[in-house]
């Protein structure tokens, strides 16, 4: 299994926008999570999406403003982050589990089975 995850819009300001992507390869169905780590805080879930359903889940802090979705032809799960906000700084971490279920369940840090390498994101005022 493999996880590639990128970035798309380089430094962004407060109310700014980029796009995150993971590239999965390896699996056939399957959850994959965006997680989220800031400096002396623990990883938090932010937004997860089933490859058999579309099932999505948010975190509370950033519904409205994050979508994301999966194009299956390119394996590739995306999180467009929208009216970006300080206290989004943070590495984030595209996360797979073999089981699309977990959706369901918010995709519990605890369970996922695979993790690919961070990301940094810095919101500036």
């Known amino acids: 299994l493999r996880l590639a995850a990128g970035v798309w819009g380089g430094l962004v300001q407060a109310g700014g926008f980029l796009r995150l992507s993971c590239a999965v390869s390896?699996?056939?169905?399957?959850?994959i999570a965006w997680f989220r780590q800031a400096p002396g805080k623990e990883r938090e879930g932010v937004s997860c999406?089933?490859?058999?359903?579309?099932?999505?889940y948010y975190a509370n802090s950033v519904k409205g403003r994050f979508t994301i979705s999966s194009d299956n032809f390119k394996n590739t799960v995306y999180l467009f982050m929208n009216s970006l906000k300080l206290e989004d700084t943070a590495v984030y971490y595209c996360?797979?589990?073999?089981?699309?279920?977990?959706?369901?369940?918010?995709?519990?840090?605890?369970?996922?089975?695979?993790w690919g390498k961070g990301t940094q994101v810095t919101v500036s005022s």
């Open positions: 390896g699996l056939d169905d399957y959850a």
């Open positions: 996360a797979a589990d073999r089981s699309p279920k977990v959706v369901a369940y918010g995709c519990p840090v605890s369970g996922m089975d695979y």
């Open positions: 999406i089933s490859s058999v359903d579309g099932m999505t």
